[in-house]
T-cell receptor, first 112, second 115 residues
Framework: GQNIDQPTEMTATEGAIVQINCTYQ??????LFWYQQHAGEAPTFLSY????GLEEKGRFSSFLSRSKGYSYLLLKELQMKDSASYLC?????????????FGAGTRLAVHP | DARVTQTPRHKVTEMGQEVTMRCQPI?????VFWYRQTMMQGLELLAY????????DSGMPKDRFSAEMPDATLATLKIQPSEPRDSAVYFC?????????????FGPGTRLTVT
């Protein structure tokens, strides 16, 4: 089966660093994605990992360990506008085509 | 600035009525996805097309939902008859599948309320 777990909610302080974890169990693996979704808006792409290690993109970094079925999204120098839901999604590459299985999302609240 | 567009943005309808949602994928993308998002279930995949051919609609209630791509610039999701439990935000997304995993670009969504 396919299973993706991430915390439901997190809070953090403006200027701080926060790490959002994601664990997954899927039949097949072709990459892990992180999306950001502000309330009432569509998800937007943040990052993509297919190999183990850290991918850095400005204030955001994403880490992947395929052997552990584990990823995290690291947000540095938090800003109020980072308050949003963060969705972890896995591409299982089953059936000869790609699709994304999304986790339930982590709602991050950034406080002054 | 290429974007996925969806119409309508909001739809309120009565139970039993037919609902049609439309999506225009980004020009050049060869995959289209339909998702439904609710507070309880999160983001669920309903249907998936590649090169206009339906590849996966296992997440879609077959008795009332149907998805089509009449041409490369239009994807439709139809509910007939609609029920209150269909109330949700329906997102369309498109992407370019060149053999590996790829980013999906989401449209703004259609917020459906069935009374």
């Amino acid at each position: 089966g396919q299973n993706i777990d991430q915390p439901t909610e997190m809070t953090a302080t403006e200027g701080a660093i926060v790490q959002i974890n994601c664990t997954y169990q899927t039949s097949g693996f072709n990459g892990l994605f992180w999306y950001q979704q502000h309330a009432g808006e569509a998800p937007t792409f943040l990052s993509y990992n297919v190999l183990d290690g850290l991918e850095e993109k400005g204030r955001f970094s994403s880490f992947l360990s395929r052997s552990k079925g584990y990823s995290y999204l690291l947000l540095k120098e938090l800003q109020m506008k980072d308050s949003a839901s963060y969705l972890c999604a896995v591409s299982p590459f089953s059936g000869g085509y790609n699709k994304l299985i999304f986790g339930a999302g982590t709602r991050l609240a950034v406080h002054p | 600035d290429a974007r996925v567009t969806q119409t309508p943005r909001h739809k309120v309808t009565e139970m039993g009525q037919e609902v049609t949602m439309r999506c225009q994928p980004i020009l050049g993308h060869n995959t289209v996805f339909w998702y439904r998002q609710t507070m309880m279930q999160g983001l669920e995949l309903l249907a998936y097309f590649r090169n206009r051919a339906p590849l996966d609609d296992s997440g879609m209630p077959k008795d009332r939902f149907s998805a089509e791509m009449p041409d490369a610039t239009l994807a439709t999701l139809k509910i007939q008859p609609s029920e209150p439990r269909d109330s949700a935000v329906y997102f369309c997304a498109s992407g370019l599948d060149d053999g590996g995993a790829y980013e999906q670009y989401f449209g703004p969504g259609t917020r459906l309320t069935v009374t």
